[in-house]
């Protein structure tokens, strides 16, 4: 039996050949038996690859109940079982944000808190993006409402232009979507 770091290579290399059914049945394999949060995580993100939802929110349970999980980790799990189950990403969110949050972050913090109906737990980040904005730091940028109209109408015009593309049979379907 290969000792876990070996064991990651082994499913890296299993993932980069298209195997990925046999290293997700590895990466599982790897995480029952070491418990350590990082075999998780790759078992998770196989899931996530393989299309697995159901299987990925009762992981994203284990990453919940995880002491060492970090609040990217929370996030991103909970960004991606919200649909399945909203409780479980509701919990997620909030120890998310029970632990410091990198403004690298604050992005996904607030777009899932809408997702999520967390807007009023979701104030003070909203509050922290609007300042990084205006010091013109992190994600964020604040922008003159004339810059926003101005890119409404450019992403008007665009989809004008797309359907009137389409309709005319100038554009296949899967390029339109």
Aim: with cysteine; hydrophobic share 45%.
């Amino acid at each position: 039996i290969l000792p876990g770091d070996l064991r990651l290579l082994k499913i890296w290399c299993l993932t980069k050949t298209r195997l990925i059914i046999q290293a997700a049945t590895e990466a599982e394999a790897l995480f029952k038996e070491q418990r350590q949060i990082e075999y998780l995580l790759t078992w998770m993100n196989l899931q996530l690859r393989l299309g697995d939802t159901k299987g990925l929110v009762i992981s994203a349970r284990q990453l919940a109940a995880h002491k060492n999980a970090q609040p990217n980790n929370l996030l991103w799990a909970a960004n991606w079982v919200h649909l399945e189950d909203k409780a479980l990403a509701r919990k997620l969110w909030k120890q998310a944000t029970e632990k410091h949050i990198d403004e690298n972050l604050l992005d996904l913090v607030i777009d899932l808190s809408f997702k999520l109906n967390l807007e009023k737990e979701a104030r003070s980040y909203i509050q922290q993006a609007q300042l990084l904005a205006l010091e013109g730091k992190g994600p964020f940028k604040a922008v003159k409402i004339k810059e926003v109209l101005k890119l409404n109408q450019n992403w008007y015009n665009q989809v004008t232009d797309i359907s009137q593309k389409y309709d005319n049979g100038e554009l296949p379907i899967h390029l339109v979507t």
